[in-house]
């Protein structure tokens, strides 16, 4: 099985688990970047306005095709009950070329529903699996048997 590993991370909890899970999948790893600056005060605002419009933003070149793989794992933060703008983008722009998808997301406490409900409209296609972790469980690395069931 061939996995690709696309996340999106604006301050490195996703990433921490975007590692792990390409680590123990052997799988290839896309981080999602864009010019769009989400960092600061000005920018955590703008994340949350792009992210409860749905807004779709230009991304930077991609490494890897996710048509090439047989499981993509698709991952980033809750943005106000909403995925990530750079990573919805992301499957956007690469809609129609995922054979088989999992979710994982981390967010303060809530929103995984939601977010998850979202990703699946934008890939069209149901995760196989899904995981959720707050910032805290990532934090206190307090997961290893949620990663362990997610990775099955
Ligand atoms: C604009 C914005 C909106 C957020 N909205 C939520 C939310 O609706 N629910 C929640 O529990 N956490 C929310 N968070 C917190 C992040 O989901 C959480 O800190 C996440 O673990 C950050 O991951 P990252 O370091 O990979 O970016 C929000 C953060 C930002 C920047």
């Not at 769009?36 to 703008?46: C, D």
């Not at 809609?95 to 529903?113: I, P, Q």
Request: net charge positive; proline share 3%.
């Amino acid at each position: 099985m061939k996995a690709l590993v696309a996340y999106y991370s604006r301050t490195s909890i996703t990433e921490k688990l975007a590692k792990e899970i390409a680590k123990e999948s052997c799988a290839d790893l896309e981080k999602i970047t864009t010019n769009v600056k989400y960092t600061g005060k000005i920018g955590y605002a703008r994340a949350g306005k792009d992210a409860m419009t749905e807004k779709i933003i230009d991304i930077d070149k991609l490494n890897y095709n996710p048509a090439d793989y047989d499981v993509i794992y698709l991952g980033g933060p809750v943005w106000a009950s909403k995925a990530a703008t750079p990573l919805i983008s992301y499957i956007k722009q690469n809609e129609g070329k995922f054979k088989n998808v999992k979710f994982f997301a981390t967010a303060g406490k809530s929103g995984f529903e939601q977010t998850f409900a979202q990703m699946e409209k934008y890939a069209l296609k149901s995760p196989l699996k899904t995981l959720a972790l707050t910032t805290k469980e990532v934090k206190n690395n307090n997961y290893s048997e949620k990663l362990a069931e997610f990775l099955e």
